[in-house]
Each structure stands twice: as C-alpha cells, then as structure tokens.
C-alpha cells in the first residue's frame, strides 16, 4: 500500500450504512461516501433524499457515479483487512458473511444464528439493537445446535435414573427437573442418546 493509504484509518473506507468498506464508493453533494447500492437502496426506501450522516436534505437526487480514486483506495483498504484477519483453516469455524477468502470467525450470535470475523462482527459491538444480541465462542452449525423447541442452544448434558445421558437446552431440563426416568424433549436429530 502506498505511504498517503497509510495516512488514512480504516475507519475512513467504511460506508456508515452496511458499515463495511466502502463498495462501488459514490459522494454526496454534502461529501460522504457510502456504497452506490447502500445510499440508492436508502433513497429508494425513503420518500426525500437526505445524507444518513449529516441529514442534509436534496431537493433532487444527484446523479451518482463511482469514484474511481476512493474505489482504489477502499479496494487497497479491503486487502490489507483480510491479510491481517486470519482466513479459515479447515476445522475453524469461519465467517458466515464473508466472501472469498473466508476469514475466521472471532463470535457467533445466539439471536442471528451466525458465525462473524471481527470486521462482521462490528455491527454487534456498536449498534445499540444488535448490542443486546448473545455471543458466544464461535460453533459451526449453530442451527442445527438449538432446541427446536425453546430456541435456546443445545449444551447441557441431562444424567436420567437410567443412565440415559443426551444433549438439551437449559430450558428443558429446567422443565425435566425431577423427571428424572425421562429424557429430555429436545434432543434434536442427528444427535444420538448414550447410555
């Protein structure tokens, strides 16, 4: 990357809509950046244009084009993101967001079901509504690991009378309690009862 790239922080080649680097990058009259289809989408969606940022509102919506320098510039920025993520090894969870080449996956969220690299995972730690979300270690298939009944993650082991162990959620054993001849009710498919 060149020394004037090294001057600018990544924060500057994020879009303040998808809140990832900027893609086809296009500026408004006011002079924010976001991605083309982020600010078209937005305006598509709302009845006035108006910058998300600054809320400055257009009387007519501008005929936006690419530009060519930032899109160089947000391409060079993506590069050297990804080269010091770690891209998935066979075995590691990766990131269920990105693209060529997977990075690995720093959480995985109990709410969404997926699994995020830190760039993806972004959104989680600063927009106050995903904030509130559950994470966790990353775990491949999450889907397949939550109790189709409570939609709480499978991740406790239920001990019966008869020596029955199997997978369940908190929820169910918590409605098990003293049953302690039956098993529990969400042992899910694919998941095999020992004993």
């Not at 244009?49 to 400055?56: G, S, T």
């Amino acid at each position: 990357m060149s020394d004037a790239s090294c001057l600018l922080t990544e924060d500057q080649f994020l879009c303040s809509i998808c809140l990832d680097v900027l893609t086809d990058p296009v500026s408004t009259p006011c002079g924010h950046n976001f991605c083309k289809s982020c600010i078209t989408e937005q305006w598509n969606i709302n009845v006035q244009c108006q910058c998300p940022n600054c809320k400055e509102v257009l009387n007519t919506r501008p005929d936006l084009r690419v530009d060519s320098f930032i899109s160089e510039m947000a391409a060079q920025q993506k590069t050297s993101i990804r080269s010091e993520q770690q891209v998935s090894k066979p075995g590691e969870v990766s990131c269920d967001y990105c693209t060529a080449p997977k990075l690995k996956a720093m959480k995985s969220c109990l709410v969404c079901l997926s699994s995020y690299c830190q760039t993806h995972l972004e959104p989680h730690l600063t927009k106050s509504g995903l904030k509130r979300h559950q994470l966790i270690e990353p775990v491949e298939n999450l889907q397949g690991r939550m109790c189709k009944k409570h939609d709480k993650l499978l991740d406790l082991f239920s001990i019966t009378a008869v020596t029955h162990s199997s997978v369940c959620c908190e929820r169910c054993r918590e409605v098990q309690g003293s049953k302690e001849d039956q098993k529990p009710p969400c042992l899910p498919g694919g998941l095999q009862e020992t004993g």
